[in-house]
């Protein structure tokens, strides 16, 4: 008995040293418990909650990659883009082109391999002109955003009956619609949509999430980390600088793409406006607020900003968007004016302020002798 609880043990011990180290928050027994029961109430809340509130809360979900994808380049790698959704629009006009062209529940399944591909591409080639061309810290946040309001204005003016692929119209400014994702062979199969595309989400945010806490806390994440902090001393110590920076970039896109596949998919429709300057700044709010270097901090930020938007935007009407921008705004500005790190990192170090002043107090009230003992 002893030894099979031992065996247990040694399992556990092992599964958290790979998922815990040094770049991530929450390296403890009672984060993963916390964790447990968040992911266990999210999976209950679908049962709780009406149909609406599930089908806005898989939009959080889809847009939480976006925060990932940033959190991964900018936080852990130093790389500002203004360019995620430029990867993320191309998804998920990708897989529309395909999905429409060919429907049948294998295709579809295809169309999504498929587009998560040309986003990780078109990631990689930009990621490499820019990094094998010398191009470094502000010019890097220029260059993507530049590329993203490219796409917008060529999307936006391909209204015509002329700008199609195959039966996909892309439709200009009016957008294009998107199929939804279907699992299955041939021309049966099960349609993600509703409470199966939230749990779809879920389970894929939830992976997602993991494995970027193994990969942050390898060897790898730690070479990132290093650029970030000294990029010229990680190159003298004979680190390929450009190629680290590269696979970070084009992990990055792969993220941001899997996020348009399923936004499309969840709204059946894409215009040129995920390629818009007020859509790209919005991944820039949500991992500032949450933090940068903080994994979970942009996941939650991103839920609870775009919630706030939401419910601004349906109780009040027109005027009410416009007051989610404003305080999304001052929002950003109080966060780096008193919370420069974002809100996880400074909780996290004010929790460990405090557990420090409760060790000190405990030392303090000691007797000379128990101080000895």
């Avoid at 992911?39 to 599930?54: F, S």
């Avoid at 260059?143 to 009956?161: D, E, K, R």
């Amino acid at each position: 008995m002893s030894e099979s609880v031992d065996a247990e043990a040694s399992v556990l011990d092992r599964l958290r040293g790979r998922l815990e180290g040094p770049n991530t928050y929450g390296n403890s027994l009672p984060f993963w418990a916390v964790f447990a029961v968040v992911i266990a109430g999210l999976a209950l809340y679908p049962q709780l909650v009406g149909v609406y509130t599930v089908i806005q809360t898989s939009r959080y979900f889809a847009l939480a990659f976006l925060a990932l994808s940033l959190s991964f380049i900018w936080g852990y790698a130093g790389i500002l883009s203004f360019g995620q959704v430029a990867f993320f629009g191309v998804a998920a006009y990708t897989f529309g082109i395909i999905g429409l062209n060919f429907s049948s529940a294998t295709e579809i399944m295809a169309a999504l391999v498929g587009a998560i591909l040309v986003g990780t591409v078109a990631a990689a080639i930009v990621g490499y002109f820019m990094f094998y061309g010398g191009v470094r810290d502000t010019y890097v946040t220029i260059m993507t955003l530049v590329i993203a309001l490219v796409l917008n204005t060529f999307m936006a003016q391909t209204a015509g009956s002329e700008w199609a692929v195959g039966v996909a119209q892309l439709g200009g400014f009016n957008g294009m619609d998107i199929p939804s994702l279907t699992l299955g062979i041939g021309q049966s199969g099960f349609v993600l949509e509703r409470a199966a595309l939230y749990y779809a989400l879920l389970a894929a945010l939830v992976v997602t999430y993991l494995g970027l806490r193994v990969l942050v806390n390898s060897s790898f994440g730690l070479t990132m980390v290093a650029i970030r902090e000294d990029e010229a001393r990680t190159r003298t110590f004979g680190y390929d600088v450009p190629f680290v920076k590269l696979v970070v970039f084009t992990i990055g896109g792969a993220l941001a793409a899997v996020g348009g596949v399923f936004y499309g998919s969840w709204g059946n429709y894409i215009d040129p406006t995920v390629f818009g300057i007020a859509f790209a700044a919005l991944p820039v709010v949500w991992v500032s607020v949450g933090g940068r270097e903080s994994l979970v901090g942009a996941l939650g930020a991103t839920v609870l900003i775009e919630r706030m938007r939401t419910e601004l935007s349906s109780g009040i009407g027109p005027i009410g968007s416009e007051w989610a921008l404003v305080i999304v705004g001052g929002l950003l500005l109080g966060v780096i004016l008193f919370m420069p790190a974002g809100v996880v990192p400074t909780a996290d170090d004010l929790i460990a302020r405090l557990r420090d002043r409760r060790t000190e107090r405990g030392q303090s009230t000691n007797t000379p002798e128990e101080a000895i003992e």
